[in-house]
């Protein structure tokens, strides 16, 4: 996995991992690498690389996210690179705002964005989904709507990295739902994700880990992210 930046000495690791995605059961060509680190007493580091090819556009995101201890947002770093155009993203989160910058060639822009208490990030790795999931309330159960800070990307369109607010619903169906895997057999929590009219299904282990995560867009056309690689430190 390239990273932005290298792994410290000082950092511990928490867990790694590999997702394959298909496309209605079949392999897209997409793959994700992931990491999770800590920096004692100070941050926590979640490292991701998408690459592959979406239809014939030839794709790499690599993430560097920081997190406070308690999995608050502190500092995302994104690049993105689409037929060998990169846009380089970063955001900078505070308690009431988010400060966005954007790099694209010689061109450079930074916005500045009042967001909701206790928002989160949802950006694409599929390995960073758990981290919103936390800040359910799994005694309240039902369905929650959790403050998002989307960072969008359409690679179908050779479009840069855009930023968004949206309040999307969650709901939690249940614990020990057993899923299987290439990287093997988990006691799953399953909640429904409910984006633009489609219920979304996500599976995480105890350590809110995505195992899976189906997207069905269609009747006949349905994403899956199935997690084939998995280790996590005892």
Same mark, same amino acid.
């Given at each position: 996995m390239?990273?932005?930046?290298?792994?410290? +000495?000082? *950092?511990? &690791? =928490?867990?790694?991992?590999?997702y394959n995605y298909q496309v209605a059961g079949k392999d897209s060509g997409l793959t994700e690498?992931?990491?999770?680190?800590?920096? +004692?007493? *100070?941050? &926590? =580091?979640?490292r991701a690389e998408v690459r592959g090819r979406v239809a014939t556009i030839k794709l790499r995101q690599a993430a560097h996210f920081v997190?406070?201890?308690?999995?608050?947002?502190?500092?995302?770093?994104?690049?993105?690179?689409?037929d060998g155009q990169i846009t380089k993203t970063t955001i900078g989160c505070f308690s009431e705002s988010i400060v966005q910058s954007i790099a694209m060639e010689?061109?450079?822009?930074?916005?500045?964005?009042?967001?909701?208490?206790?928002?989160?990030?949802?950006?694409?790795?599929?390995?960073?989904?758990?981290?919103?999931?936390?800040?359910?309330?799994?005694?309240?159960?039902?369905?929650?709507a959790l403050p998002l800070v989307c960072i969008r990307m359409q690679p179908e369109e050779a479009?840069?990295?855009s930023v968004e607010m949206q309040t999307i619903e969650y709901e939690y169906l249940g614990s020990d739902e057993e899923i299987e895997t290439p990287a093997g057999?988990?006691?799953?929590?399953?909640?429904i994700r409910y984006d633009q009219?489609?219920?979304?299904?996500?599976?995480?282990?105890?350590?809110?880990?995505?195992?899976?995560w189906s997207v069905p867009y269609s009747v006949i056309m349905k994403w899956e992210y199935l997690l084939i690689r998995y280790h996590r430190e005892r």
């Open positions: 390239d990273t932005l930046h290298p792994i410290m +000495p000082n *950092e511990r &690791l =928490i867990a790694w991992g590999e690498s992931w990491s999770l680190h800590t920096l +004692p007493g *100070e941050a &926590l =580091i979640h997190m406070a201890p308690d999995y608050r947002p502190s500092k995302l770093e994104m690049t993105q690179e689409i010689d061109e450079a822009e930074e916005t500045e964005l009042e967001v909701p208490a206790g928002y989160n990030l949802f950006f694409p790795p599929v390995s960073a989904q758990g981290f919103i999931c936390r800040n359910y309330n799994l005694e309240t159960g039902g369905r929650q479009l840069p990295l057999q988990f006691a799953c929590r399953h909640f009219h489609m219920e979304q299904h996500l599976w995480f282990d105890q350590a809110w880990t995505p195992i899976q």
